[in-house]
């Protein structure tokens, strides 16, 4: 016999948000490391805030909804807000009670400047890194760099001569005109040189081999072979040379922070002459990929036992890549400026690493 649809209007619910969350879900773990890593940076975001005037949201609550975003790929601010009112695992993460409204999603607008710097994403990607090293979870020894464009939140279409100026500055109509006008570029020589994006400034024109061009950023990444574990993270222009300098400057960054032997797996756009100098400098083998043509390293290295399991491992840079770009949101960028731009891909990184440390805590039995 079947049963009527018992529709009741209100109810009054005697538990907690604590109790509603099964014991042995995925996001504990993860709670539990960023709990422990906000608790570690209460200082610094204590310097942030005046000592007198209105009381404002609390900053974890906003660095947690942060996170949210990027591990389940929620695409807006807006949104974000809108799975707030309605899903308990989302206010259990944030740790926000059921009693409390949502904040406007212009609250993460107006909080960006002081929240969203690289200063406090680089202390919270630290506290992240310094719990999987406690965990003796990173190599010592082996490494793997590489670097990936990020396209940019701008258009081909903003990418003018830099004496031409905007609509304000007596632009040509059939550049500036309309919310999306017309712009026919076909013939025209355009180099970083002598053009620049109105809409992002800090934005290169930029291609991967064999791909169109589009404006973009360079994210760089240092990984530690053994797990995959991000130890290091850089964003900068797209420039030509930008990978290799910036992979120099990480493995710089991770050789102050220990001696002994170190190894560092590349690409064959890492098999120059001077990166290859300027690591070994450094006390560092690389173990880059060969080249037909202008091969900068010798049979000294590629006979070596430990190069042929570099080359295997060094594509596990890859991985962080494809995540970043696939779940956190960094396909296409949401925000603009250099600082903004490394602000969200450090987070971003530390975000992969507490999915990484979670699974590798299943993995391993290290809960």
Known sequence: MRGDVERQEGFIMFT??????????????????VDCALREMSPLIDSLYAERGRISIPPEYLLRAQMVQILFAIPSERRLCEHLEYNLLFRWFVGLPLSEPVWHPTTFTKNRDRLLTSEVAEAFFEKIRTQAAARKLLSREHFSCDGTLIEAAASLKSFHPKNEGGPKDGGPPDRCGGRNPEVDFHGEKRSNATHASTTDPDARLARIKGKE?????????????????????DLTP???????????GLLARERARHQGRMTVGADRGYNTRRFVQDTRALSITPHVAEKKRFNAIDQRTTTWEGYGVSMRRRKIVEEPFGWMKTIGGLRKLRHRGTKKVRAVFTFTCACFNLVRLRNLEAELGLG
Do not use: F
Not at 213 to 233: F, M, P, Q, S, T
């Open 16 to 33: 907690s948000l604590e109790d509603r969350i099964p014991s042995d879900h995925p996001l504990r773990p993860i709670r539990r490391m």
């Open 213 to 233: 061009a589009k404006l973009a950023y360079r994210g760089h990444l240092l990984v530690e072979n053994r797990h995959g574990l991000i130890v290091d993270c």
């Open 238 to 248: 797209a420039t030509g040379s930008a990978e290799p300098d910036a992979a120099l």
